[in-house]
């Protein structure tokens, strides 16, 4: 499913305006930028449009301002640090209501292979609601818009899905192209064997695409916290750990439909169990392993054990193509980390293609130190899930088919 959509190669940009969405949607601490993956993940594109004279003007959100303008919100850090990362200007327009007097000044102003950088578009409450002057203001500064913010890609905003309806050309960026290829492309046409490992706390998040990849994948890997009530539907003692007793039938039909496509459905063997929740989240713990069917009561099972680390490495290992969303235990606490790094450690070892979904397991598998090891992690969490779970994402959608 290369969706065949306009890319940045196919558009001439030389002296026209180029809205481009990004995701600089950074951690900010007392104004300074703490993680800069997203602004650097988006230079390929920004680079390509200035060598090729496009008047670039980069839009993106922050936060959650909620439609009105919060100081500390203020994309301006980001427009600083752009100027550093690409060694020429990005002149911010601060404009409250984002399109206004310098904004317009900014582009009327503008040479060929110039940057300015608006304010954070959720500064507007239209922006959310996908709301039709918003989208005209933005169309107003452009002749092309370039949409790379994968991130966003599962809402219809005006700065991805209504600026796109106004503009004659709305192509696709590299990061977004790369998204698009290794998430769609890993679902709708993998090379096998295909394994995907899902962990994170919830069933509920996660319920479509459990039963999405159980039709895509050849085995499906269960850990994390959503594993407890997989295995209390089977009837095993779970203890204190985390369940959602709504789900059990839903899990046991699971379990039916793995069986019935003939699909391996792997779920853990052995629990490091501890006797609280820790708090703070990285104090020390009292862990204690115990196989699946023997977990006492009163226990709280935090990570996949290492039975269980063995069993899914072991299934990695054959693999072709991976996907991997959620970690496998509370990985914020070093002693209850070791499952996940297990699983970072046979996806960095595999000669299979392996796509991290965004969220936490990209946060972990970068945290570990494994992250060049990886083919592609996703830059965007709730994205990558709605991909997973085999929907359109509209911001995709919009951009013009080749």
């Known amino acids: 499913m290369s969706l065949n959509k306009v890319s940045v190669d196919d558009i001439d940009v030389k ?6 969405r990004c995701d600089f949607n950074v951690p900010l601490k007392e104004g300074k930028i703490t993680d800069e993956n997203r602004l650097v993940a988006a230079l390929p594109t920004i680079k390509k449009l200035i060598a090729d004279g496009g008047k670039v003007i980069l839009c993106s959100h922050l936060g959650k301002p909620k439609g009105e303008p919060k100081p ?45 950088l608006l304010e954070n578009t959720r500064y507007r409450a239209e922006e959310t609601k996908n709301g039709e002057a918003f989208s005209k203001d933005l169309a107003s500064l452009c002749d092309i818009f370039v949409n ?24 696709v960026g590299y990061l977004m192209q790369k998204e698009i290829d290794f998430l769609g492309n890993a679902v ?17 998040d996660k ?28 009837g095993n003692e779970i203890g204190n750990s985390l369940v959602d007793d709504t789900k059990l039938d839903y899990c046991k039909e699971m379990i039916a439909k793995a069986e019935k496509l003939g699909k391996k459905l792997l779920l853990p063997i052995d ?30 099972g935090c990570d996949i054990g290492p039975k269980t680390a063995e069993m899914f490495a ?29 699983v970072a450690k046979a996806l960095a070892e595999t000669e299979a293609t392996t796509i991290i979904g965004g969220g936490d397991s990209a946060a972990a598998v970068n945290q570990l130190g494994f992250g060049g090891k990886m083919s592609h992690i996703s ?24």
């Open 188 to 204: 709708e046409n993998p090379v096998r064997p295909f394994v995907a490992i899902l962990g994170g706390a919830k069933v509920a």
């Open 379 to 402: 830059t965007g969490g709730g994205a990558s899930l709605e991909f997973l779970e085999g929907k359109e994402l509209p911001g995709v959608a919009a951009a013009t088919d080749k």
């Open 271 to 300: 629990s490091a169990t501890i006797s609280a929740f820790p708090d703070p989240i990285d104090a020390p713990v009292d862990v204690e392993v115990y196989d699946s069917g023997n977990m006492p009561a009163g226990r709280e």
């Open 15 to 20: 002296g026209k305006r180029v809205l481009c």
């Open 314 to 342: 072991e299934a990695v290992k054959s693999a072709k193509t991976v996907v991997w969303n959620g970690p496998m235990g509370v990985f914020e606490n070093p002693t209850l980390a070791a499952g996940t790094i297990a």
């Open 207 to 234: 319920l479509n695409v459990i039963s999405n990849l159980l039709e895509k994948c050849d085995t499906l890997i269960i850990g994390g916290g959503m594993a407890y009530t997989f295995l209390k539907a089977q």
């Open 72 to 116: 500390e919100l203020s994309l301006a850090p980001v427009a600083a640090r752009l100027t550093e990362l690409l060694g020429q200007e990005v002149k911010f327009a601060a404009d409250p209501e984002v399109v206004g007097p310098n904004a317009k000044a900014a582009v009327e102003a503008m040479q060929d292979g110039e940057v300015i």
């Open 148 to 171: 790379d913010a994968f991130g966003t890609a599962h809402r219809a905003h005006c700065s991805n899905v209504g600026v796109s309806e106004l503009v004659s050309t709305a192509a």
